[in-house]
């Protein structure tokens, strides 16, 4: 969470620098990124290259052998001996030679933990501003996410100043106006039903604007998707930048359509206050499904 103590001109370049540690994780809700986090880390593919982030695996190595090679390592990082030299014979049908490096924090940790792992969604807001650059920072990043055939349907309307976000309040849910009024920045998030009509250009390779404006259920099932999955890319890229993103659907979307939309035909979708919390949440985390009651692995 961003506290409103500290409140630059700009919050933008604070902002877009991840910082090597959080608040949150020096307070110790992040997991821990030793050495047993950085094992069970990603394989990643460089080249005739595997790297896990904490040791080289020797080219050629499938993948059942850089798991293996992952566990030996692990476990020899983890035991009394780490530092001395690991393994050298074939062990579990790795090849020898593996060398043991320094275990490192995994790299992605921070950024994890910005988007997801501490974030939370705010009940109330300071006082501390977002720059317009923020904001145009803010779509350059969202605009970069996928969208089907690129079809890119979103449409994003800033509401910066108070009296813009106090028109918004007679379509708002009671429980909404704080949260609406005190932000800095209230997003509609909203989406082109003819968001078709620039397909020759976001996809020339293939003439969908056709096919689009021929089947309006297609359509508006492809804008509502599309323009949602952007408004979730909206909320991540914000985290990211450092900024705290309140989701709403609690108002009436036809209210909002004739107050903001009407010149454009765009429909809304959903609202995302953004700013900076005011306070940590009083509350703890709601519970969220495990993986084997939201997952099924085939
Ligand atoms: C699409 C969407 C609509 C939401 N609508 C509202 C809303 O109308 N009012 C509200 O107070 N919170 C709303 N929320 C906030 C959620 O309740 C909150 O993000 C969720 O409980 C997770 O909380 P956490 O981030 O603190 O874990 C909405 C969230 C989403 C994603």
Same mark, same amino acid.
């Given at each position: 969470?961003s506290?409103?103590?500290?409140?630059?001109?700009?919050?933008?370049?604070?902002a877009a620098?991840i910082?090597?540690?959080t608040?949150?994780?020096?307070?110790?809700?992040?997991?821990?990124?030793?050495?047993?986090?950085?094992?069970?880390?990603?394989?990643?593919?460089?080249?005739?290259? /595997?790297?896990?982030? !904490?040791? +080289?695996?020797? *080219? #050629? $190595?499938? %993948?059942?052998?850089?798991?293996?090679?992952?566990?030996? /390592?692990?476990?020899? !990082?983890? +035991?009394?001996? *780490? #530092? $001395?030299? %690991?393994?050298?014979?074939?062990?579990?049908?790795?090849?020898?030679?593996?060398?043991?490096?320094?275990?490192?924090?995994?790299?992605a940790e921070p950024a994890l933990a910005l988007a997801f792992r501490d974030a939370r969604t705010p009940?109330?807001?300071?006082?501390?501003?977002?720059?317009?650059?923020t904001l145009?920072t803010l779509y350059d990043l969202v605009r970069l996410g996928p969208t089907?055939?690129?079809?890119?349907?979103a449409?994003f309307?800033?509401?910066?100043?108070?009296?813009?976000?106090?028109?918004?309040?007679?379509?708002?849910?009671?429980?909404?106006?704080?949260?609406?009024?005190?932000?800095?920045?209230?997003v509609?998030v909203?989406?082109?039903?003819?968001?078709?009509?620039?397909?020759?250009?976001?996809?020339?390779?293939?003439?969908?604007?056709?096919?689009?404006?021929?089947?309006?259920?297609?359509?508006?099932?492809?804008?509502?998707?599309n323009g949602t999955l952007q408004g979730g890319y909206l909320i991540i890229a914000a985290r990211l930048l450092g900024l705290d993103a309140a989701p709403?659907?609690?108002?009436?979307?036809?209210?909002?359509?004739?107050?903001?939309?009407?010149?454009?035909?765009?429909?809304?979708?959903f609202?995302v206050s953004l700013?900076?919390?005011?306070?940590?949440?009083?509350?703890?985390?709601?519970?969220?499904?495990?993986?084997?009651?939201?997952?099924?692995?085939?």
């Amino acid at each position: 969470m961003s506290g409103a103590a500290t409140a630059p001109d700009t919050d933008l370049p604070q902002a877009a620098t991840i910082p090597a540690t959080t608040p949150a994780m020096t307070q110790g809700t992040s997991p821990p990124s030793g050495p047993a986090a950085s094992v069970e880390g990603a394989v990643h593919l460089e080249g005739d290259r /595997v790297s896990d982030g !904490a040791a +080289d695996i020797p *080219a #050629g $190595t499938t %993948p059942a052998e850089g798991a293996a090679w992952e566990r030996v /390592v692990g476990e020899h !990082a983890l +035991d009394e001996h *780490a #530092g $001395t030299e %690991p393994p050298t014979e074939h062990v579990d049908g790795v090849p020898g030679g593996a060398r043991l490096a320094v275990p490192e924090p995994d790299p992605a940790e921070p950024a994890l933990a910005l988007a997801f792992r501490d974030a939370r969604t705010p009940r109330r807001w300071s006082a501390r501003p977002v720059a317009d650059e923020t904001l145009r920072t803010l779509y350059d990043l969202v605009r970069l996410g996928p969208t089907s055939a690129n079809c890119s349907p979103a449409r994003f309307v800033f509401l910066r100043s108070r009296q813009a976000r106090e028109r918004l309040v007679p379509a708002l849910s009671t429980g909404n106006v704080e949260l609406v009024l005190d932000a800095a920045v209230t997003v509609i998030v909203a989406h082109d039903p003819l968001f078709f009509e620039q397909m020759p250009r976001l996809w020339p390779a293939a003439e969908l604007r056709s096919w689009f404006a021929a089947d309006a259920a297609l359509a508006d099932e492809t804008a509502l998707r599309n323009g949602t999955l952007q408004g979730g890319y909206l909320i991540i890229a914000a985290r990211l930048l450092g900024l705290d993103a309140a989701p709403m659907s609690g108002f009436d979307n036809s209210r909002v359509d004739d107050l903001f939309l009407s010149g454009q035909g765009w429909r809304s979708n959903f609202l995302v206050s953004l700013g900076h919390a005011a306070e940590a949440p009083d509350r703890p985390r709601a519970p969220r499904l495990a993986f084997d009651e939201a997952c099924l692995l085939l």
